[in-house]
T-cell receptor, first 113, second 115 residues
Framework: QQQVKQSPQSLIVQKGGISIINCAYENTAFDYFPWYQQFPGKGPALLIAIRPDVSEKKEGRFTISFNKSAKQFSLHIMDSQPGDSATYFCAAPRGGSQGNLIFGKGTKLSVKP | EAGVAQSPRYKIIEKRQSVAFWCNPISGHATLYWYQQILGQGPKLLIQFQNNGVVDDSQLPKDRFSAERLKGVDSTLKIQPAKLEDSAVYLC?????????????FGEGSRLTVL
């Protein structure tokens, strides 16, 4: 079973700090790595995504770092804000070209004021 | 642009009863997904449609779950008979086209509690 393994399960960060969430994958054929953000009572929403032909992608305060040799990718949230408090999921294509995703188990981030 | 619509938002049933959830994807989105999200876990794919055809239903418990997308637009997911372990949020998502990349747009989900 192809998996993405996400850590930590929960994270508490002070306002202004850096939040780092890690994800490891097994299948070297994966070619697309998105991160989704989910607020309570809402569906997940795409935050940022990366293809393995680049090692880093930055959008505002959010950065994905990709390490192909280690089969890992991570989400960095700079200058974390209380509004960033949510659950974050890494994901990867489930296989083939069907275009569906397998998700990690999620990281619940709490940013303290 | 209207998002993915789902109903009902909440449903409470007894075990062995049946339940149906409805999803209307974003207009023009050919690909539709049903995901199951158990509390504290990530979404797990149940079924994927491309227009009105099934692309992937390998993780759908077919003895009790069924889904259809008859006209290639809205979709219904049914559970009959429900078990306690079916308590979860059922998320519908849509995507403009097929392929491995591209954003999935999720609805707010239908929360099912089986007693």
């Amino acid at each position: 079973q192809q998996q993405v393994k996400q850590s930590p399960q929960s994270l508490i960060v002070q306002k202004g700090g850096i939040s780092i969430i890690n994800c490891a994958y097994e299948n070297t054929a994966f070619d697309y790595f998105p991160w989704y953000q989910q607020f309570p009572g809402k569906g997940p929403a795409l935050l940022i995504a990366i293809r393995p032909d680049v090692s880093e992608k930055k959008e505002g305060r959010f950065t994905i770092s990709f390490n192909k040799s280690a089969k890992q990718f991570s989400l960095h949230i700079m200058d974390s804000q209380p509004g960033d408090s949510a659950t974050y999921f890494c994901a990867a294509p489930r296989g083939g070209s069907q275009g569906n995703l397998i998700f990690g188990k999620g990281t619940k981030l709490s940013v303290k004021p | 642009e209207a998002g993915v619509a789902q109903s009902p938002r909440y449903k409470i049933i007894e075990k062995r009863q049946s339940v149906a959830f409805w999803c209307n994807p974003i207009s023009g989105h050919a690909t539709l997904y049903w995901y199951q999200q158990i509390l504290g876990q990530g979404p797990k794919l149940l079924i994927q449609f491309q227009n009105n055809g099934v692309v992937d239903d390998s993780q759908l418990p077919k003895d009790r779950f069924s889904a259809e997308r008859l006209k290639g637009v809205d979709s219904t997911l049914k559970i009959q008979p429900a078990k306690l372990e079916d308590s979860a949020v059922y998320l519908c998502a849509s995507k403009l086209a097929g392929g491995n990349t591209g954003e999935l747009f999720f609805g707010e989900g239908s929360r099912l509690t089986v007693l």
